[in-house]
């Protein structure tokens, strides 16, 4: 077992609860986080079961499976960002449209009250 990772992933869960307790990150987003830190601690533990599960779908060089996990988990989250970036900038658009329809109203007014 490798002490320094499993510190590694503890460390990293516990600077998420704390992010999340203190709301400067979004309980959501933490949740793919501890999941990850969750594997480093498992497979810092069970370094063989890496072996065994990287031979049984067909990955010859356990590492790679690995990179496999770590880019398929980083295009989830930035798949998962450029969805949320793209509702933000729809809701964005909504309300400089409302505000111009506000400011068109309101000049409507003071002209009629001039």
Do not use: C, R
């Not at 959501?28 to 810092?44: P, R, V």
């Not at 509702?87 to 309101?106: A, D, G, P, R, Y």
């Amino acid at each position: 077992m490798n002490i320094l990772f499993v510190l590694i992933g503890i460390i990293l869960i516990i600077y998420i609860i704390k992010s999340v307790l203190d709301k400067t990150f979004d309980i959501y987003e933490s949740i793919f986080w501890i999941i990850a830190g969750i594997g480093i601690i498992l497979l810092a533990m069970f370094p063989k079961a890496l072996d065994t599960i990287s031979f049984k779908i067909g990955i010859n060089y356990s590492p790679s499976l690995v990179f496999l996990l770590g880019i398929s988990f980083l295009l989830v989250i930035n798949f998962k960002h450029s969805k949320l970036l793209a509702n933000e900038k729809q809701k964005t658009i909504e309300l400089l449209q409302e505000l111009l329809i506000l400011k068109e109203k309101v000049k409507e007014i003071e002209n009629k009250h001039d």
